[in-house]
């Protein structure tokens, strides 16, 4: 594999949002969701089997997942303070708002678009 290939794979791997934990996982069983239903339409599960020839179903999602993500943690966010309006347990809410609150302080990274890590 030349540099160039590895530099990009590389860079492709580190493309991730800036988000806490609990907001990042919150986005990604969105972005499963999202798969779901995009694959109940024939013409976008033949466009990633002609962009991923070989590639199983579980693959196909995966890589889905990990390219969508990023996008959807806002409305992951908006999404965990909804539960929060719900009858869900304390433990739940607390954990819930002290994720909003330290994800809260993550939002210039995420605006910064650099590279981004989990906390």
């Known amino acids: 594999m030349s540099i160039e290939k590895k530099i990009a794979k590389e860079q492709r791997r580190q493309r991730i949002a800036h988000a806490h934990f609990l907001v990042a996982?919150?986005?990604?069983?969105?972005?499963?969701?999202?798969f779901e239903r995009a694959m109940q339409q024939n013409d976008w599960y033949e466009?990633?089997?002609?962009?991923?020839?070989?590639?199983?179903?579980?693959?196909?999602?995966?890589?889905?997942?990990?390219?969508?993500?990023?996008?959807?943690?806002?409305?992951?966010?908006?999404?965990?303070?909804?539960?929060?309006?719900?009858?869900?347990?304390?433990?739940?809410?607390e954990r819930i708002m002290e994720a909003l609150l330290l994800d809260n302080q993550l939002v210039r990274g995420r605006k910064a678009g650099g590279h981004i890590k989990l906390n």
């Open 47 to 93: 466009l990633l089997k002609k962009k991923n020839p070989g590639a199983d179903l579980q693959k196909l999602e995966n890589q889905f997942v990990e390219k969508m993500w990023p996008t959807l943690v806002e409305e992951a966010r908006a999404t965990l303070v909804g539960m929060l309006r719900t009858p869900i347990d304390e433990t739940s809410k």
């Open 25 to 34: 996982d919150t986005a990604k069983q969105m972005g499963h969701e999202l």
